[in-house]
């Protein structure tokens, strides 16, 4: 089964405290991203990934940093979480990175950051 | 760059009535793709249509249909013989056809909350 898989699905901690949310997918899809949903806001896109070792800034990358060593793996790091990042995240794939296939999306991961 | 717009933050409809959700959207390409997500109450976004800017048909999938027009920068969703399972916050995207600095980006609205009434 086709899967994008995003790890914790909830977490809430402190300010400071580094965390990695990994997403990972098994449909060796080229494209990944990051995007935090904000009520009001809509959807907003943190950092994308056009193929291994290959990742650029989206429109919210501040307070972010991201890798992508393998395929499958997108993870999102937050060295140093703050309350503003109080968000919920989903991570998006795509099977070809220029391609016009739509993005596959995860069941998000909702921070709360106290 | 592209911007978004859902100007109904939030709408209802009767069960098996109809509603049209609005998008509007700002871009100077001429290529491009539309999209239109449904996020239920477990978050995840699911894809319900898409639109090519170059086709000038509109792209409809079972009870769902959109009006693109392409002049007027407008992109709305046509919901038809509503469901109780339709109830969902609704997202309208924008994703550009052309290579560089962020492409294939998608670039959302701030969404519209539709509730359906039994």
């Known amino acids: 089964e086709a899967q994008v898989t995003q790890n914790p699905r909830y977490l809430i901690t402190v300010t400071g405290k580094k965390l990695t949310v990994t997403c990972s997918q098994n449909m060796n899809h080229e494209y990944m991203s990051w995007y935090r949903q904000d009520p009001g806001l809509g959807l907003r896109q943190i950092y994308y990934s056009m193929n291994v070792e290959v990742t650029d800034k989206g429109d919210v990358p501040e307070g972010y940093k991201v890798s992508r060593k393998e395929k499958r793996n997108f993870p999102l790091i937050l060295e140093s979480p703050s309350p503003n990042q109080t968000s919920l995240y989903f991570c998006?794939?795509?099977?070809?990175?220029?391609?016009?296939?739509?993005?596959?999306f995860g069941d998000g991961t909702r921070l709360s950051i106290l | 760059a592209q911007t978004v717009t859902q100007s109904q933050p939030e709408m209802s409809v009767q069960e098996a009535e109809t509603v049209t959700l609005s998008c509007t959207y700002d871009?100077?390409?001429?290529?491009?793709?539309l999209f239109w997500y449904k996020q239920p109450p477990s978050r995840q976004m699911i894809l319900v249509i898409r639109?090519?800017?170059?086709?000038?048909q509109n792209a409809t999938e079972n009870r769902f249909s959109v009006n693109f027009q392409k002049a007027a920068k407008s992109f709305s969703l046509k919901i038809s013989d509503s469901q109780l399972g339709d109830a969902a916050m609704y997202f309208c995207a924008y994703r550009s056809e052309y290579s560089g600095a962020g492409s294939y980006q998608l670039t959302f609205g701030k969404g519209t909350k539709l509730s359906v009434i039994p």
């Open positions: 998006a794939t795509k099977r070809e990175s220029y391609s016009n296939q739509p993005q596959h």
């Open positions: 639109q090519e800017a170059y086709k000038q």
């Open positions: 871009t100077s390409e001429s290529d491009y793709y």
